[in-house]
């Protein structure tokens, strides 16, 4: 069971920037890759970024390509995710999550198991 904690999340005015952590405990050996989704007020879940865990393979939504970047620290098990340029419409509640298998990374049905999110305020 792999238990996943969020933390880095807050309220920054549009152009800031923060950087979100992904903790991960458990049976992370298995783990093939991490994701981050977020979930806007009153939409849908939607795709963030995601990296393999062994490669370092990086897949990025298009809303945020060039403004976002996620990495990985092995040895502590976490997966960053720093955040700049930030516009309001960044603001949501950002979830990280686990796969176990070599699945689409952009498909939240690919994933195993979620933090409980942390919230990303930007503010105009």
């Known amino acids: 069971q792999v238990q996943l904690v969020e933390s880095g999340g807050g309220v920054v005015q549009a152009g800031g920037s923060l950087r979100l952590s992904c903790a991960a405990s458990?049976?992370?050996?298995?783990?093939?890759?991490m994701g981050w989704f977020r979930q806007p007020p009153g939409k849908e879940r939607e795709f963030v970024a995601g990296?393999?865990?062994?490669?370092?393979?990086?897949y990025y939504a298009d809303s945020v390509k060039g403004r976002f970047t996620i990495s990985r620290d092995n040895a502590k098990n976490t997966v960053y995710l720093q955040m700049n340029s930030l516009k309001p419409e960044d603001t949501a509640v950002y979830s990280c999550a686990d796969s176990l298998g070599n699945y689409g990374l952009s498909d939240s049905r690919n994933y195993d198991y979620w933090g409980q999110g942390t919230q990303v305020t930007v503010s105009s």
């Open positions: 990296i393999t865990w062994s490669a370092g393979r990086t």
């Open positions: 458990g049976g992370t050996l298995s783990s093939y890759a």
